[in-house]
Each structure stands twice: as structure tokens, then as C-alpha cells.
């Protein structure tokens, strides 16, 4: 007979180690119970209970009210107090506590026991009939809230009424009188949306709002944010249930936020916030604007310095930065909650750098506490420095970052804005959890109230988002999505610029920079270059895009696009000469103008990337790229007959006309380009060969070290590979032997096709290298454009979860990832020592770049700015890896 299943532990029982069943704040309240860190008593409900109940549609797991009653009267003879007694009442909070951080994402409810009978008592026992008469209020309304939906507009619109009438601008300006008053009215408002009374039995309240807390765990707003971060769906959350500590029963009372380092900047520095005579929920929700931490010390400097001691001891217990809630009922200090702090990419990387300074962790374990994505965050322009424009306003510099976009004034239109391609930036008074969904689409965030360690801050802080919170002189007119700030007025869809680091709003598009790597990143990424494996090179095509690779640590090119040489505007016209050729002659003849261009730009590419290898890549698309729309020609000719313009030139233009529809294709992303074209036209790749011979042997001579690897695109059949080759090999001999020179140089092609890595160990006979171009092997694996798919159907397809990620984005494991898989197995069955690389844009995903380690590629390449991103991952991967070995 199996063991029955334990759904309730004692804060006692448990400890940091049990996060997956306990979820991560009930984990870390039980540990701190453990170490002797002063906490309410209470107990949790397990994850797995929260699970085993969404499985069966609500309804719990068997034993489970049993054993919620069993603990609950078990708190209530520790603590000799009884749910909703009329003397000596005890109260209890019930909080959501997931096993990854999620804030303000699911419920809590405080205050729960207090009833009609027990107000009474608790007015006795404090002294206090108004903190009695608020209490009951404040659970009123969180729980009708949470529990029974009632829209949370109905009790704020109750209570702003009662100031009005009263005169009064703050909650706490409210007498007791006024309070009971508000109860009453909470009461009836709360009656005409459910239809019925609130329940009176506190421990059917309890059962209730249990049943809540589980319920947000599949909220709009949670999963979202889950979705955000990469949390499974299946993990559920714990319910926590503790004993109230109340820090709004008097002065001597006092809630707030601190963390033990700087979240925003990671220097060892007091960072927080506190309100006195106040509830948990007035700091977070931007309620009340609080105070500075530092100002505790004169109003409850005992506290004060418990706290401070605490959390040198909680920071050192844990090894980190830690972010922590706390209460003082009367002068006695509780920690109601600590976790590993979110915070900024920059105080990441300075926390743990300088955590490895001070000897609590090492070099490996910074690595591992870096998330490749967060280094992405530092790789974004800032505002250029030398602006000398005024800002309007001046708030709280919340998240720093530079932030340009036009207005929005609601969630659901930054989310739809920003998933048609705009850049917005979300105003409001204060964000909300349901706010989630437009914060992720905006670029950055603005309100005009609340604190550094508010709902806004916070959120922005973990998703690397500039915010400028608390920004009190702001004016916001939602209903008709107007933002006032001194004698300007903006609507929706006018730009401003955010600046996070300063909190400066500016109106208009203020220019921005490239960002400036400082010493903590480099130090990090230079960590990981001693870890990883897989080179990592760069996709450039000029010189400065090979420099600044250079500059981001690149240790090579593996990917240089020649057609994007023949773009340019002064090389159009030779271009298009050579396509429009009769014959062989003349685009010989057309070429040879071409030749020097492209030497001039091989010479630059290879001078900056002297003593790394560089992959250039034969001409790869279809002709008809490089001239003018077929309907745009169609019109000018109409437009030269019209206008009665010459014969002559009616002729020429009718002749491109004639050459765009010979030259157009129904699906040219599958017709006559990369290798396909190079056959049809050898003089092209005839002329390449020669401007790569020429520009290295010219390096060379010039005291370079070129390190020269020619790929040719989208073969599909090793004969492809096997002609192309014969061409390169016979033209580089003709340039060689005519410098009287010797140059080394490699052949390979790009593995772009689902049939070429099937049939790899064919093509492997004559390469020297394997390229996977992720990118068309995508298109071509899945069947989908992704210009097409983009902007169709795969925004539903994420929104539904039939595909865990954009495929273009991150690579899909188990059918483009499996080809590549396939592709490098078979190719060096027959070569073993066959290089292999990825150039598309998984070069540079994280996720990607694991599944490449996993397969034993040598190296990835991407854009240059995101070098420094693929060096860390490429150490992760290795990290990782290890992390789950068995054992």
C-alpha cells in the first residue's frame, strides 16, 4: 500500500531545498524559520496539491481539507488565538508562492479571520478601533476582489467617494467611524455583485480563497508572464497561509521593501522603501508613494537596525542578492518573504562580479547565474549623450535603458501596436499585474505614481525594460488618452523618449548610440571564453561590420554576403548591365568593371579580420533582385510613352522591361540562385574567385594573414558541389600562378536544404567546411515564407502554443535542429575532420546554440553586436550540460 501523500507542511517542516513542492516563497520562509529569522507561523500547501486539483477541474485532492483543518489547529494552539474568534482573533494571510518568481502575477488575500464578532476583539486587543475597522475594510475588498470577483473599480470608487465627502486626501486621514461606515458600504456593494452575502465562517473564507490562489495560477496575466519567462504551465503554485503581522497599527508600525544590494545598478548599497502605519500592498501597488529606507532609522531605529542585520545575514545564507518584504508590528520586526532579487542586466553582472570578488561564489557559478538574454539587455542603444534637449519631466529612474516610441494609454493597445511592429511606450497612473501583457509589448514604461520598489519598477527592472516611475508631475486623462506634463500636451501615438538611468521623459525621438560594453561584461564574457568550446564568428559584409566583430570579441567571419556588395548605389548600374547582357562578352565585359569593386571590398574585410578565418559566400540570389519591380518598369514605360519620349529610350526601357519578366520567377526563393545561378552564369562566380584570390594575395602582401573559406549556396546535389569546386580550384590556380604566389584557401557549401543534409555524406566527398543557413532551412524544412508567416498565421500559432517559439527565432529541435543533427553526423562519417559552423540567425539564440553544442558543431555565427550573447551561451551550454549529467 503506497504512502498517503502529504499536501500541508508547518513552516517548521520545511526548508530552501523543497522550492519545487513548497514553491519558492514558502521554501524560503521555512528556511528562514529554520536559521532563526523572526517570521509569522503558519503552513503551506504544496504545489503538487495545486496541480492535482487543476487535473480534476477544481475539485481538491483526497485528505487535503482535512489536513489544511489539521494544520490550521495546530497554528491556532501555537499561537493561542482561533480563526475569527471574538477575543484574541487570530488572522491570517493566503499568498500565492510559485516555484519560480512570478511578482504581483497571482492572489493574496490579508487579513482573513476578521468577521463582525471578531472586529470587536481586535479593537480591544490593539487599542485601536480604527486599525480594526481598516483591516476589516482592506480584507473586504482584497477578498472580494480575489475570491468573488467583484471589479476592484467598485471598492476604490467607494472609498474615493468617502474622502471626497470627508474632505480628506489619504486613507489614513479616514476615522474609525468613517471606516465602519465604509465596511457597511463594501458589504452591500459586495452583495449586489455576487448575488448573495459574503460568507460569514472564516474557515469557509479560507477554503475560498484557497481555491482562488489556485486559480491564478492559470490567470491571463500569469500566463503571460510565464510565457514571458520561459515557466512551464504544469508546475502550479503553493498557497501560503500565516499568521497577520500588522504594520498598520500605529506609528510604531510600519510595511515595507528592501533589497541587499541595488537592483538597478548592483552596488553594494541600502536600496529600498517603507510606509508607515501600512499595509504590504500600499508599497507594491503604488498606493501610497513611500519613503526611503534610510529614513527608518529615525522613526523606528530599533527595527532599523534588525533589519539591517538581517539582511547581511539572509545575503550571506544565500550567496545572493536578495529582495525581501517585511512588517514591524509595535517595534517588532517579521520577514514575511526573501528571494533571489530581480534586477537589471548591469546589476546582474556587477552582483556577481563582484560576488566573486568577495569570495562567495566562483567564476562557473557567476556564469550560471547570468542568463544569456539579460546580456542582450546591455547590448541596446542609450541616448546619445550630447543631446542638449530640456526633459519635461523628471521621476524616479526606476529601470534604466533609453526607451523611444509613440504614446499608449492602455495594455491591450501596447500589446496590439507593438505585435503590428510599432514601438510604444506604455503610460498610466500606475501599472497593475493585469497590465503584464502591454508592459512585455512596449518598449518601455511610464506612471505617474508609485515607488522604486513598485509593481512597475519591479516587473520593468526583471524584463530589462526602461521605467520611469513615481513621475507625480504628469497629468493622464485615460479616457481620451491624454498625458499633460506643464503646458505640454501629447496624444496617443505622439513620441517621447524614456530615459531609465537619469528617470528623464523627453518629447519627440531623441537620437541614440551604440551601447558601451564596461568592465564587469567584459570580464564576464572573457569567464566563458576560458569555458566554452564552439567558436564564435560574425555575419559582416563591409570592413566596419568586420571591425566592430573584431571589437565584440568575433573569431572570424562566417558569413560574408557578396550580394549585398553589389546593393550599392554606385555598382547598380554595372550590375544591371552584366544582367541585362546579350552574351557572354558583354557581361564578361561588365563584370571586369565589377572585379575591382569587389577586390576592394574582400582586401577591407580580410584586412580587418587578418589571422581569422572569413567565409564569403558565391552570389547567392536570384538575378531579378538587383532590378526594379517588374510592375514598377511595366509603368515607366507606359509613363515614356505618354510623355512621347524618344524612341530610343521607350526601346531601352522596354528591353528591361522584357529582361524583368524573363528573369522573374513564380517562387524565386526555390528557382535559379546560389549554386543554380552559378552554373547557369560561370563568369559570376568566375569573377568572385578571382576578386577573393586577388584581394587575399594583396593582403598577404601587405604583411596580412587571409584566411580564406569560399562557400557555395543552396546545393542540393553533390555534382552541384563537385562542378562549383573544379571552378574555384581551376580560377584560383590561374590567379596564383600568375602572382607567382601560394595561398591557402577551403571549399564548402552551405546545408540550407532538407535533401543536402539527408544526403551529407555525398556532399561531404567535396567540402571542406559544412555552413547550416538555418534560416532557408527552416523555410524549406517547415514548408512556410517567413516574411508570409510572420506577419499571418504563426502569431497565432505562438498565441495557441502549436509551436513553443517563433521557428525563425529559435530553432526548431526536433525537425530543423534533427537535420542539422543528421547533416553533421553524415558528413563526417565520410570527412572526419569536416568543419562545421551555423551562419543563420540561431547563430546568436541561446537556446540554439545549447542544441549546436549538443551536436559538436565548431563554431556559430552571427551579427556582431550579439557576439558577446553566443561567447556566453557557448559557455552555458557547457555549464548546463554538466548542471544535468547524473549525480
Known sequence: MSEPVTYVYDLSEGSASMKSLLGGKGANVAEMTRIGVPVPDGFTITTAACVEAMRSGGEWPQGLAEAIEERLRRLEERTGRVLGASDRPLLVSVRSGAVHSMPGMMDTILNLGITDESVAGLAAESESPRFAWDSYRRFIQMYGEVVESVPSHVYDDALEALKSRRGVSQDTDLTSEDLQELVATFKDLSREHMGEDLPADPREQLRRSVDAVFRSWLNPRAAVYRRANNIPDDLGTAVNIMQMVFGNLGDTSATGVCFTRNPATGAKELYGEFLLNAQGEDVVAGIRTPRPLAEMESVLPEAYKQLLDTMTLLEHHYGDMQDIEFTVEQGTLYLLQTRAGKRTAQAAIKVVSDLVTEGVIDQREALRRIEPGQLDQLLHPAIDPTHQQEPL???????????????????????????????????????????????????????????????????????????????????????????????????????????????????????????????????????????????????????????????????????????????????????????????????????????????????????????????????????????????????????????????????????????????????????????????LYPEIPRMQVRAIARAALAVAAGGGDPRVEIMVPLVAFSAELERLRDLVDEVMAEELERAGSTLAYTVGTMIELPRAAICADDIAAHADFFSFGTNDLTQTTIGISRDDAEGAFLAAYLDERLVPANPFASIDRDGVGELVRIGAEKGRSVRADLKLGVCGEHGGDPASIALFEQIGLDYVSCSPYRVPIARFAAARAILDAEHDLPG
Open 393 to 679: 519631466t523628471t521621476g524616479l529612474n526606476a529601470s534604466p535603458g533609453a526607451a523611444v516610441g509613440s504614446l499608449v494609454f492602455d495594455a491591450d493597445t501596447a500589446e496590439q501596436r507593438g505585435r503590428a511592429g510599432d514601438a510604444v511606450v506604455l503610460v498610466r497612473w500606475e501599472t497593475t499585474p493585469d497590465d503584464i501583457h502591454g508592459v512585455i509589448a512596449a518598449q518601455g514604461v511610464l506612471t505617474a505614481h508609485g515607488g522604486m520598489t513598485s509593481h512597475a519598477a519591479v516587473v520593468a527592472r526583471g524584463m530589462g525594460k526602461p521605467c520611469v516611475a513615481g513621475a507625480s508631475s504628469i497629468k493622464i486623462d485615460a479616457a481620451r488618452k491624454i498625458l499633460t506634463i506643464g503646458d505640454t500636451v501629447l496624444g496617443e501615438g505622439d513620441t517621447i523618449t524614456l530615459d531609465g538611468s537619469t528617470g528623464q521623459v523627453f518629447e519627440g525621438a531623441l537620437d541614440l548610440v551604440p551601447p558601451q560594453i564596461n568592465t564587469d561584461f567584459q570580464q564576464l564574457v572573457g569567464w566563458a571564453d576560458g569555458i566554452r568550446r564552439m567558436s564564435v564568428r560574425a555575419n559582416a559584409d563591409t570592413g566596419e561590420d568586420a571591425r566592430k566583430a573584431r571589437e565584440f570579441g568575433a573569431e572570424g567571419i562566417g558569413l560574408c554576403r557578396t550580394e549585398h556588395m553589389f546593393m550599392d548605389e554606385s555598382r547598380l548600374p554595372a550590375v544591371r548591365r552584366m544582367i541585362l547582357a546579350d552574351g557572354e562578352d558583354e557581361r564578361e565585359a561588365a563584370l571586369a568593371e565589377i572585379l575591382p569593386m569587389q577586390q576592394g571590398d574582400f582586401e577591407e574585410i580580410l584586412t580587418a579580420m587578418s589571422g581569422l578565418p572569413v567565409t564569403i559566400r558565391l552570389l547567392d540570389p536570384p538575378l531579378h533582385e538587383f532590378l526594379p519591380s517588374l510592375l514598377d518598369q511595366a509603368l515607366e514605360v507606359q509613363r515614356l510613352q505618354l510623355a512621347g519620349a524618344d524612341g530610343p529610350e521607350i526601346q531601352r526601357a522596354e528591353a528591361l522591361r522584357s529582361r524583368i519578366n524573363k528573369l522573374t520567377e513564380q517562387n524565386p526563393m526555390l528557382g535559379t540562385r546560389g549554386v543554380r545561378l552559378a552554373l
